[in-house]
């Protein structure tokens, strides 16, 4: 998530600690506003405190296992997927005077619903206040249904920045499902940052929700209905998997992707599960893809939405390079991304090669589509060179939910000003937050296994080395630290086993992954061991050094609430084992 320029200046308004500041939309003084508004209805009165939850118990549930899930069946796996377009469309746009990208006060605008206001599309990333004025490439919702015997999961794959959790339920919820023959749930978001804002930072400016209610409305029922239609279109699969390194001969990560903050350590594995049609082997009916990356490529000065390089990952696997006469996939690829936390992106001199040799540096579409295509390439040609079929196709997963502590103080002046829509509880809302008075937040983890396949899913930007450990091997010839203030001090760090390790270890595994953005949106899950707040306006306000990630994260102890349970479920075996 990149940094948002303006927030320092009008989050500080809003703690009325700071007089020289923006004046475009200031919270009161007491950093509590009076919500009358529709959005408002749901809140819970203004004192909501009480007893700290506990943080975590453990499963709640796992298939097979359950009265529901005793694995009766033919021992056959079958998928099916599903798309449904969630672009919207651009009533209203408006006049760049000043060239900046973004709308200011004053900028004239299309009132297309005559109502005195800039209703614009706000585009999720890069600072507030950045409008759509088009469309490069549809925006979508992908989704896979898994049946093995009565175990069925679906999945659901948004390009968008980040769903909430209660988003999320929402869904599962949503009429389309109901009756529906479901064990589990899972929904990620992209992560793109050429999406519709769907959290709700990134409105007019940092003090004014970028939500729109009927935009939500739709991404919500249009991802329940490729659930459903996935659903419907369950059939017989063979599973063939491939993994790769976007990697160049030199050992070089930077044609493809970079780590920005120190340490630099990430993992460039792509990571291929191609279900093809058991009675027709050569028909593709769906390609899960995981990979790292922030989606945002095409930089802070695009206006028009796009799904990033994830459109051009999806529509070079599905369809090939015949100008290289290297053939697609066909079927649908669905996109998950991975442990992208401490800016792994387009970052640091990352430098896509074209097919003449020429490299692209600048932000823009070229990088994007460059970056999107020849992940791509190498996933098509590891797939043709090691794709191996396995037989164990089986279907499992365990799943917990979780509570964690909010001691980050701009995401209860958020909730208290209306800029996002999540339940925040435990803590008393008419007083700061802080020590004594930490908010609390629900969440949940989930860990699936088709096949040899082991997924874990993280609700927010894990950082890499709490997925892959602190190896030299995982910084890609690259220094691990280069800043001087505020160094990672690695005679704290965590020790192994890492999670990778973990999920590895269960029977029968052989490829682990992490599915970033999952189940919920939680920001940066920063490691304890380097975490860094600024002695002035902590969260508000980065420290020195490579810290930006704090200010977007719920606290320090976001290792131990979020990876905590991931962990927990990367050990844990059902009973009857």
């Known amino acids: 998530m990149p940094v948002n320029r303006r927030a320092p200046c009008l989050l500080a308004v809003a703690l009325a600690s700071v007089s020289a500041c923006s004046d475009d939309a200031p919270a009161p003084a007491d950093a509590t506003v009076d919500r009358t508004d529709a959005a408002a209805a749901d809140l819970p009165p203004p004192f909501d405190a009480g007893p700290e939850p506990t943080p975590y118990t453990g499963p709640d549930d796992w298939c097979p296992g359950r009265d529901h899930c005793r694995n009766e069946g033919d021992n056959r796996l079958r998928v099916g997927v599903a798309t449904e377009n969630i672009t919207p469309e651009i009533t209203e746009t408006y006049t760049d005077a000043n060239n900046n990208h973004h709308w200011d006060e004053g900028e004239a605008f299309v009132d297309a619903n005559r109502n005195g206001v800039f209703d614009g599309t706000w585009i999720a990333g890069f600072g507030a206040g950045r409008p759509a004025t088009g469309v490069h490439d549809p925006l979508e919702v992908r989704a896979l249904a898994f049946r093995y015997n009565d175990v069925t999961v679906a999945w659901a794959s948004i390009d968008c920045v980040g769903l909430f959790i209660n988003e999320m339920d929402l869904i599962r919820a949503d009429p389309e499902l109901r009756g529906a023959d479901l064990d589990k749930v899972i929904v990620s978001s992209t992560h793109v940052h050429e999406g519709v804002d769907t959290v709700g930072l990134w409105g007019r400016n940092i003090a004014v929700s970028g939500l729109n209610p009927a935009y939500q409305t739709l991404v919500r029922t249009r991802t329940a209905r490729a659930l459903r239609r996935a659903l419907e279109g369950l059939t017989p699969v063979r599973l063939r998997i491939a993994q790769t390194v976007t990697v160049d001969a030199m050992g070089s990560t930077l044609d493809y992707v970079n780590d920005t903050r120190d340490p630099v350590i990430y993992d460039p594995t792509v990571t291929m599960l191609q279900f093809v049609d058991d009675a027709m082997p050569t028909r593709t009916v769906a390609t899960l893809v995981n990979w790292a990356a922030h989606p945002e490529y095409t930089g802070s000065e695009n206006t028009l939405l796009s799904a990033d390089y994830v459109h051009w990952l999806r529509d070079t696997m599905e369809n090939g390079l015949p100008g290289e006469s290297l053939a697609g996939l066909g079927g649908t690829v669905v996109f998950v991304n991975g442990a992208l936390g401490g800016q792994v992106g387009p970052g640091g001199g990352v430098h896509p090669r074209a097919p003449d040799g020429t490299t692209v540096r600048d932000s823009g579409f070229r990088k994007a589509e460059l970056a999107g295509t020849n992940v791509a390439r190498l996933a098509l040609q590891a797939l043709a060179r090691d794709g191996a079929e396995t037989a164990v196709t089986s279907l499992a997963y365990r799943t917990a939910p979780l509570n964690a502590r909010v001691e980050n103080i701009g995401y209860g ?125 902590p969260y508000i306000v980065e420290a020195q050094g490579d810290h930006y990630e704090e200010t977007n994260s719920i606290g320090p102890e976001a290792e131990r609430f979020l990876t905590g349970p991931m962990y927990d479920l990367a050990r844990w075996r059902t009973p009857s084992n």
Do not use: C, K
């Open 413 to 537: 002046i958020f909730y208290n000003m209306g800029v996002f829509d999540r339940e925040l509880f435990a803590w008393d809302r008419t007083m700061p937050l802080g020590e004594g008075n930490y908010a609390w937040v629900r969440s949940r983890v989930t860990y699936l296994q088709i096949g040899p396949v082991a997924v874990i899913t993280a609700p927010g930007e894990l950082h890499p080395e709490l997925w892959v450990g602190f190896d030299d091997r995982w910084s890609w010839g690259q220094q691990r630290v280069t800043e001087t203030q505020n160094p990672p001090d690695f005679a704290r760090a965590p020790t192994g086993p890492f999670l990778r390790e973990l999920m590895l270890a269960n029977p029968g595994v052989r490829y682990a992954i992490v599915a970033g953005l999952t189940e919920d949106f939680l920001g940066y899950i920063v490691p304890a061991y380097n975490f860094v707040l600024a002695s002035g306006l």
